[in-house]
């Protein structure tokens, strides 16, 4: 509109400087010359709309391969994928532990039921006999409800506020050394200390891995409240500090109930040595 806009004024000014009035055919040319900028503008206009629909820029970008590619490069969106994959694998055991005894209580088949034990249930006596697999895939292993319910609303209430502090793959890294070592914790344990108190016994579950988790969180933010219970405000630090002691003095005195007290007293240990190592030092992130 600018083009039209200074032919007026100009022609205005001719006019003013001159002091002649505007002749028939000057008039008709000007009025022609205007005509044909008017045209010019509203073709550029109708051109610019109809590129603008084309390419509808004004809707959601669409997700082609390299939008996906730069989603998948967000934090948040890979701590997403990598929370629920793990929420994901722990319902798909639990859901595979209460099928089994399902066909074990209601047709005598024990067969899925003995294979879930003999990989999903860690010992010494499986160590032994080389299923060092176990030491991971009980990390992943729930069979009772409650055992399930607690650890996976932990899990999801932390995770990413831990992966928020050392990355996704560095968290996975942690819920698997974690819930390693809580279970080379537990079948040592249960092997050689747990027999003069209850007789030995086997473990599995995620709490280690859990544990590892919260406690390093706890050594970042020791000063953040907890709600323990989900009623008692608490420092995390005093929390950790308190499940930790709570956990010592159970396996010392044996009367660890179905709580396996000794894989979180490894996953604890395996969390508070990864903020040392990883987290204080600054390398956070990647490897």
Request: positive net charge; aromatic residues 12%.
């Given at each position: 509109?600018?083009?039209?806009?200074?032919?007026?004024?100009?022609?205005?000014?001719?006019?003013?400087?001159?002091?002649?009035?505007?002749?028939?055919?000057?008039?008709?040319?000007?009025?022609?010359?205007?005509?044909?900028?008017?045209?010019?503008?509203?073709?550029?206009?109708?051109?610019?709309?109809?590129?603008?629909?084309?390419?509808?820029?004004?809707?959601?970008?669409?997700?082609?391969?390299?939008n996906r590619w730069r989603s998948s490069q967000d934090p948040e969106f890979q701590s997403k994928i990598v929370l629920w994959t793990l929420l994901g694998m722990n319902t798909a055991v639990f859901l595979t532990w209460k099928y089994a005894e399902a066909r074990?209580?209601?047709?005598?088949?024990?067969?899925?039921?003995?294979?879930?034990?003999?990989?999903?249930?860690?010992?010494?006596?499986?160590?032994?006999?080389?299923?060092?697999?176990?030491?991971?895939?009980?990390?992943?292993?729930?069979?009772?409800?409650?055992?399930?319910?607690?650890?996976?609303?932990?899990?999801?209430?932390?995770?990413?506020?831990?992966?928020?502090?050392?990355?996704?793959?560095?968290?996975?890294?942690?819920?698997?050394?974690?819930?390693?070592?809580?279970?080379?914790?537990?079948?040592?344990?249960?092997?050689?200390?747990?027999?003069?108190?209850?007789?030995?016994?086997?473990?599995?579950?995620?709490?280690?891995?859990?544990?590892?988790?919260?406690?390093?969180?706890?050594?970042?933010?020791?000063?953040?409240?907890?709600?323990?219970?989900?009623?008692?405000?608490?420092?995390?630090?005093?929390?950790?500090?308190?499940?930790?002691?709570?956990?010592?003095?159970?396996?010392?005195?044996?009367?660890?109930?179905?709580?396996?007290?000794?894989?979180?007293?490894?996953?604890?240990?395996?969390?508070?040595?990864?903020?040392?190592?990883?987290?204080?030092?600054?390398?956070?992130?990647?490897?």
């Open positions: 509109m600018r083009p039209l806009a200074h032919s007026v004024v100009l022609s205005q000014q001719r006019c003013i400087w001159t002091g002649q009035a505007l002749s028939k055919g000057s008039l008709n040319s000007g009025l022609s010359s205007v005509s044909q900028l008017w045209r010019n503008a509203s073709d550029r206009a109708m051109l610019t709309q109809r590129r603008m629909v084309r390419t509808n820029w004004f809707l959601p970008a669409k997700q082609t391969s390299s074990r209580d209601s047709y005598g088949d024990w067969k899925l039921y003995m294979t879930m034990r003999e990989n999903f249930l860690v010992s010494y006596q499986r160590l032994k006999d080389g299923k060092w697999w176990t030491m991971v895939t009980c990390a992943f292993s729930q069979s009772q409800p409650l055992h399930f319910l607690i650890n996976m609303y932990v899990l999801y209430q932390f995770g990413p506020a831990v992966m928020g502090i050392i990355g996704t793959p560095q968290f996975v890294g942690l819920y698997l050394a974690a819930g390693t070592v809580g279970a080379a914790c537990s079948a040592l344990y249960n092997q050689f200390y747990l027999p003069y108190t209850r007789g030995p016994r086997e473990g599995h579950g995620a709490s280690g891995a859990i544990l590892g988790a919260i406690t390093l969180f706890a050594a970042t933010h020791p000063h953040s409240t907890l709600s323990l219970y989900g009623l008692i405000p608490i420092r995390a630090s005093f929390c950790v500090a308190g499940l930790v002691a709570y956990d010592a003095w159970q396996a010392y005195t044996g009367r660890t109930g179905v709580t396996d007290c000794a894989a979180h007293l490894g996953g604890a240990a395996t969390g508070l040595l990864w903020w040392i190592l990883r987290v204080r030092r600054g390398r956070v992130g990647r490897w």
